[in-house]
């Protein structure tokens, strides 16, 4: 996803589509068991329901469905595809659509209607936000930089339900990708019957998963999720519908929640302490994490100079108590990082040890006021620079997280007690601003962060290689690149060795402080009790609804 501090609630905890999230209607709550009818908030209005154009898809597959879906912890289970054959080499897919495979008006779903999607999502004129997460299928990234034709792309419909991939090199998480709602299908007798209509209006699209869009015309703050009479695992769908409106705030979200016109509440950092021990509250863990981006490319020779320092960063790590930031600041719950990939991401495939646990280094990513004085002492003598000012930029008006401004205050405070001579100008500017900034390389260090595509440490530590366009900093390790890329070339097709290269590459990270992780999201929600089987991962199509009942 692409993703920093800016995006991330939208993207995740209640975007849809272009963040497809909760919402709700008016009206009773869940309390109309019989009807099987979920009232949820959005935090936004849709602004797209086209699959190629979307810039988020926490939701979508509700409403669209790929060769798999996600089920529980990510894993990766039944969708469109009957089944499928891999390669020895890793290099070639085969997959079977099934029989009863059809879209929201009946039509059956062939495997051209995947080839037709997905030359859609990587011509360049399509402009889709997501088009790099194609990267690895021959010739895509020739296609959406314009240097190929997009008929030759590396997917073919070799029959009526039956399709080839084929692949520059092996992906290990390719299963995982394939139930991002991207990869999925698109009718392209619906999408020339509209033309530039297409996705603009519930009627102008159909849908190939548990649920179809209904009552939502481009611009509307309530729309609804209707059960698709056509899905072809339609027995297990036991909601009829699922009812979303915009709402503006947490406090009114609340409000409709308590007075039963909703049925799902998320609070803010505020509201936590008042509920965290009611029966009715949730916790839900996204694998977004906020940390301090470095610029190596500073303008300003003075402060490139100390940002290029490693004791420098391992300083200004040290000197941050993050389970204190985490607690008074961002709020109850909240994880803290022990390195830069988040954690309940990815097990270890012989161990099934959470990746957090194996890129944890002892000492490093931890509050050590000794520590940091040592290391400031040492960028001082490597430097010659012991007096200098800092900006540290992050957006003013972000929604998404109200807590920004403090926690960049509490960085300030922190850096200027325990290293002496070190000042920090805090730069607050409206999101679109702050991003342009640090796209353009214009900062010093900014308060940022990544939330995984899929559940994969690649997700994360892909950003950072050398020629990433999110490695904003422009932070350059020979060594991290050449781990990064065994893992994803020559030992992708072994699991053993390909965990080993990403945990030494997040290692590298944390050594070098690359960027300084703060904390990882959790988001906490009042559920009503008596909804049950929602199914919440912490990457990709983080809420499936499919398998959700009212009792």
């Known amino acids: 996803m692409k993703k920093n501090w800016q995006k991330i609630v939208a993207v995740s905890a209640t975007v849809a589509l272009s963040?497809?999230?909760?919402?709700?209607?008016?009206?009773?709550?869940?309390?109309?068991?019989?009807?099987?009818?979920?009232?949820?908030?959005?935090?936004?209005?849709?602004?797209?329901?086209?699959?190629?154009?979307?810039?988020?898809?926490g939701q979508t597959g509700n409403v669209y469905e790929s060769f798999y879906r996600l089920g529980k912890k990510g894993k990766p289970i039944a969708g469109l595809a009957a089944s499928s054959k891999k390669s020895a080499d890793g290099k070639t897919w085969q997959f079977t659509i099934r029989k009863n495979a059809k879209w929201s008006n009946g039509d059956p779903i062939t495997a051209s209607d995947f080839v037709y999607s997905w030359r859609r999502s990587v011509t360049p004129k399509t402009a889709s936000p997501y088009a790099y997460l194609f990267t690895g299928v021959k010739n895509a990234d020739a296609i959406s930089t314009g240097k190929a034709d997009p008929a030759t792309l590396g997917i073919k419909a070799t029959g009526k339900r039956t399709l080839q991939i084929q692949l520059d090199q092996p992906i290990g998480y390719f299963k995982v990708l394939?139930?991002?709602?991207?990869?999925?299908?698109?009718?392209?007798?619906?999408?020339?019957?509209?033309?530039k209509k297409y996705g603009t209006n519930a009627k102008y699209s159909v849908y190939s998963g548990p649920f179809k869009v209904s009552k939502w015309n481009g611009t509307a703050n309530t729309w609804s999720f209707s059960k698709n009479p056509y899905y072809w695992d339609k027995s297990k769908v036991k909601l009829n519908k699922i009812n979303y409106q915009v709402v503006s705030d947490s406090a009114t979200s609340l409000d409709l929640f308590q007075t039963n016109k909703l049925d799902m509440s998320q609070l803010d950092p505020t509201q936590v302490s008042n509920y965290a021990k009611n029966k009715e509250y949730h916790t839900y863990p996204y694998s977004f994490v906020s940390f301090l981006n470095y610029n190596f490319n500073s303008k300003n020779a003075k402060t490139n100079k100390l940002l290029n320092n490693g004791n420098f960063r391992q300083a200004l790590s040290a000197s941050l108590d993050r389970k204190l930031l985490s607690k008074k600041v961002v709020g109850v719950n909240t994880i803290i990082p022990t390195g830069f990939v988040a954690s309940s991401l990815a097990s270890n495939p012989e161990t099934g040890t959470d990746f957090s646990k194996d890129q944890q280094i002892s000492g490093v990513n931890t509050y050590d006021k000794a520590l940091a004085k040592s290391?400031?002492?040492?960028?001082?003598?490597?430097?010659?620079?012991?007096?200098?000012?800092?900006?540290?930029?992050?957006?003013?008006?972000?929604?998404?997280?109200?807590?920004?401004?403090?926690?960049?205050?509490?960085?300030?405070?922190?850096?200027?007690?325990?290293?002496?001579?070190m000042s920090i100008n805090i730069k607050l500017m409206p999101t679109q601003g702050a991003n342009e900034q640090e796209k353009n390389g214009d900062y010093d260090i900014m308060l940022s962060g990544w939330g995984a595509d899929y559940n994969d440490p690649m997700s994360f530590l892909q950003i950072m290689t050398k020629g990433s366009a999110y490695n904003y900093g422009k932070y350059a390790n020979v060594q991290y690149n050449t781990l990064v890329n065994k893992a994803a070339t020559s030992d992708a097709n072994n699991p053993k060795a390909r965990w080993n290269d990403m945990v030494q590459a997040s290692k590298i990270i944390s050594r070098d402080q690359a960027v300084t992780p703060l904390y990882q999201s959790v988001y906490s929600w009042m559920q009503k009790s008596n909804v049950h089987g929602l199914v919440h991962n912490t990457a990709g199509t983080q809420w499936s609804y499919k398998t959700a009942y009212i009792k």
């Open 178 to 195: 394939m139930a991002y709602p991207l990869f999925g299908p698109q009718s392209q007798k619906v999408a020339d019957k509209y033309g």
């Open 375 to 421: 290391k400031w002492d040492a960028a001082k003598r490597e430097t010659g620079i012991s007096k200098a000012k800092i900006t540290l930029l992050a957006a003013s008006d972000s929604g998404d997280d109200p807590t920004a401004k403090e926690v960049v205050q509490y960085v300030k405070a922190q850096v200027e007690d325990l290293m002496p001579g």
């Open 19 to 57: 963040a497809l999230v909760l919402a709700a209607c008016g009206g009773k709550s869940n309390s109309a068991s019989n009807k099987q009818v979920l009232n949820l908030p959005a935090a936004a209005q849709l602004d797209t329901i086209d699959i190629s154009k979307s810039t988020g898809y």
